[in-house]
């Protein structure tokens, strides 16, 4: 064997290889260039999220990014959204997003929006197949692959409407009690939005919206399955005090720990612990309750409850509590389960 030549071949071939990868990167970014739009010196230039993600450390920034978004298309500037940034997008933040983008289309029709793409051609598959490119006015070359993006589904409305919810679930490989437990956790967190996420006004600086909406997405990577509902409402610590009287609230904390005070995070605690006094009282329970249960089945799975400054984290049996500075004005909730839970 002439061990010169497999050496040089060898060395050939690693040539090519890197010759296809500088080929390949040129392509994009050709591409990137063809996508980049013109800007123009009045256009509010707005920063994306380096993940759009609503657990920390990237809460803030998400909401940051939101809030500038919101405040462009009130003072009817043309926004650019510069995804340079960002890197990821996970299901609960990227819903968020989404639900405000389309409420602003409602609200302004003529807003005038365009896009920086993302560095990351995985950011970029995602906004496309999620829409969000489309919905920005926005014309992309890109062409979502990925099995982790292409099986994001989605669902909305402004009434209730169990088929939807139950339409999109079905469309994965759970098993009949997994499905029945996600069908009905959503469902209760739709009810929610529309019966109580939308009786006063959100405080956002933008005309109330005509409906009670609420969004879902349901998303399948490798390694686990998510359930995401959202609505853009005033959110639980604000609606709490509606449903019940200060007395109840008040029990409801003490039942918890650390006391009487109130933070977003402890009100949405508080919405549960009496969810659940009411159930065991007369069988009869008001949403939040429910939400835990496909946790309480699947082991390994977690429950995130967001809603305006506050999170409440259930898994393994147990609630966390985690308050944020900005507040994301109305609520999501995402369910996370494994994989092997199919």
């Known amino acids: 064997m002439d061990h010169a030549k497999i050496r040089q071949w060898k060395l ?16 994009q970014l ?6 980049m739009p013109e800007i123009a010196a009045d256009d509010v230039r707005i920063r994306g999220p380096q993940k759009f ?13 939101l809030t500038e978004l919101r405040s462009a298309a009130a003072a009817q500037k043309r926004a650019v959204l510069d995804f340079r940034p960002t890197t990821q997008c996970v299901a609960g933040g990227t819903l968020l997003f989404f639900s405000e983008l389309q409420r602003l289309k409602v609200i302004y029709p003529t807003i005038r929006l365009y896009c920086i793409p993302s560095k990351e051609d995985s950011v970029n598959q995602a906004l496309q197949h999620l829409r969000i490119f489309e919905l920005c006015g926005f014309t992309s070359h890109v062409v979502p692959r990925r099995p982790d993006i292409v099986c994001w589904k989605m669902a909305q409305g402004s009434e209730i409407d169990g088929d939807k919810v139950g339409g999109l679930i079905d469309r994965f490989s759970l098993s009949p009690d997994v499905g029945s437990h996600f069908f009905r956790g959503a469902s209760e967190a739709m009810i929610n939005a529309v019966e109580h996420a939308y009786v006063e ?11 009670s909406n609420w969004w879902m997405f349901c998303r399948e990577t490798e390694e686990s399955f998510f359930v995401a509902v959202c609505d853009l409402g005033i959110g639980i610590p604000r609606s709490l005090p509606k449903k019940y009287a200060d007395e109840y609230i008040s029990g409801a904390m003490a039942a918890l720990s650390g006391g009487y005070y109130r933070t977003d995070s402890r ?13 065991e009282r007369d069988g009869r329970g008001i949403g939040l309750f429910d939400l835990k249960r496909i946790i309480d089945e699947v082991e390994g799975g977690t429950l995130h ?28 909730v995402v369910w996370t389960i494994p994989l092997k839970a199919k």
Not at 12 to 27: D, F, G, I, V
Not at 54 to 65: I, K, M, Q, S, Y
Request: hydrophobic content about 35%.
């Open 267 to 279: 009100m949405i605690q508080a919405a549960m612990e009496l969810a659940r006094t009411r159930t």
């Open 201 to 211: 006004d959100r405080e956002d600086g933008l005309p109330p919206p005509s409906q």
């Open 53 to 65: 993600a609503l657990e920390a450390p990237w809460h803030d920034d998400l909401v940051r990014f």
């Open 30 to 35: 050709r591409r990137l260039a063809e996508d």
């Open 12 to 27: 050939l071939k690693l040539a090519k290889a890197r010759e296809r990868r500088r080929l390949a990167r040129l392509h």
């Open 305 to 332: 409850l967001f809603s305006n400054r506050g999170v409440v984290t259930y898994r393994n049996g147990g609630f966390t509590r985690k308050n944020f500075r900005r507040s994301i004005k109305g609520t999501v």
